[in-house]
């Protein structure tokens, strides 16, 4: 985005600054010597034939009396033309004697070019942003990089050799209406790109951000404890920032797949639905915490989760009150250590006994036998999944 064109809109406003400071009327023209800016604003749309002088001749041209009866559209006073990376883009006039106002001239020009430059510099954040924006949400869903945005990676100094994983903020609006809750959005991105700069951040859509983050520390080793730390951190800052409730989960690193970041993203969205349905009062959720639920989510719509939950299925008919549902959860929760689970009970060992025995029962299941026990453990994932 290298060229730049000079609007009406920011015309007007170095017309409204400077005529704050000069006592004389402003023009400004675009690089066709049309008036867009004025402090007459009849005069908005007219050629003016002095700054196309100006911009032709690539000099500051003075108009005098004379040349006022010689010229059309223009009165006596200077016209300046106004650079952008050594590029003419437009002409400032300042209306009047030349010889009472030409000692005004430079610095009327200077001002309207840093001006200019400042909202170029605007204008290029916002295009990069938007580059990188259309970039993330291109490597969570394309096998294949378009050829048109290798360039985009480029200009962006963007290293994608380096490895990512990826981390999904879920938005929670409430009752902000749609600009409002948008804008909100907005802030919040500006803010995680603050806080964290190395990560590349997205807006997918109203209700969820998309983060790239570096997957490795500065020893190039995966840390889950030192990403966890960072993401807690960051929920807290952003809590005092906002007026959105978020969540953040954190999907699986990938280091030898061949689309990383696509299953990265799948994973993180996956520990998101999971985790709000086992966990709706935690705020983040991590992929390695919940691997197994994970793994399982895609399988429950299928035959094999029908036949897993069939133990489950008649535990449950024997079981009105949960009692026995409640212990089994418990029990493995202890990692099948009886004491444990007749103590978070409050339970006697004898009756634990009893109730496992009813459970083998009703299920048809040997609970000393390992595979036994990984069938009811799975069942009971599936069912909270």
């Not at 999904?168 to 919040?188: F, H, P, R, W």
């Not at 807006?203 to 997957?215: F, G, N, Q, Y």
Request: proline share 3%; hydrophobic share 40%; charged share 25%.
């Amino acid at each position: 985005m290298n060229s730049y064109s000079l609007n009406p809109k920011i015309a007007q406003q170095i017309v409204e600054r400077t005529m704050k400071i000069i006592d004389c009327n402003i023009n400004v023209m675009d690089a066709h010597g049309c008036i867009i800016g004025s402090g007459d604003l009849e005069r908005i749309g007219e050629l003016h034939e002095g700054a196309m002088l100006a911009i032709s001749q690539k000099r500051t041209v003075s108009i005098d009396s004379i040349m006022v009866k010689r010229l059309q559209g223009v009165k006596a006073g200077i016209n300046l033309p106004l650079k952008l990376n050594d590029r003419i883009v437009g002409v400032i006039g300042l209306t009047g004697e030349p010889s009472d106002i030409w000692q005004f001239g430079e610095l009327v020009r200077m001002s309207a070019e840093m001006m200019m430059e400042q909202t170029h510099l605007l204008q290029e954040l916002s295009y990069d942003n938007r580059l990188k924006e259309e970039l993330v949400l291109t490597l969570i869903e394309k096998e294949t990089l378009p050829s048109s945005m290798a360039q985009w990676v480029k200009r962006l100094d963007i290293d994608l050799k380096s490895p990512l994983v990826v981390g999904i903020i879920e938005v929670d609006s409430g009752q902000l209406g749609i600009d409002t809750a948008m804008s909100e959005l907005q802030n919040l991105q500006s803010q995680i790109q603050i806080l964290s700069k190395h990560n590349l951040v997205a807006i997918k859509s109203i209700t969820e951000l998309v983060m790239l983050i570096p997957a490795l520390n500065r020893y190039r080793r995966w840390d889950l404890l030192e990403h966890k730390k960072k993401l807690e951190q960051l929920i807290v800052t952003i809590k005092n920032t906002t007026q959105l409730d978020i969540r953040i989960s954190l999907g699986n690193y990938f280091d030898q797949h061949p689309y990383p970041l696509i299953k990265s993203y799948q994973t993180a969205k996956t520990t998101m639905l999971i985790g709000k349905q086992k966990m709706p009062n935690i705020r983040n959720y991590y992929y390695q915490e919940l691997i197994l639920p994970v793994l399982l989510h895609e399988l429950s719509y299928d035959w094999q989760a029908e036949e897993l939950l069939l133990p489950l299925k008649k535990l449950r008919q024997g079981d009105n009150n949960g009692v026995l549902q409640n212990t089994l959860q418990t029990w493995f929760k202890n990692n099948v250590h009886n004491g444990d689970t007749a103590n978070e009970l409050f339970i006697h060992r004898n009756t634990l006994e009893y109730r496992l025995n009813k459970i083998a029962k009703l299920t048809g299941l040997n609970l000393t036998k390992f595979d036994d026990r990984l069938l009811l453990y799975i069942g009971l994932q599936l069912n909270k999944s």
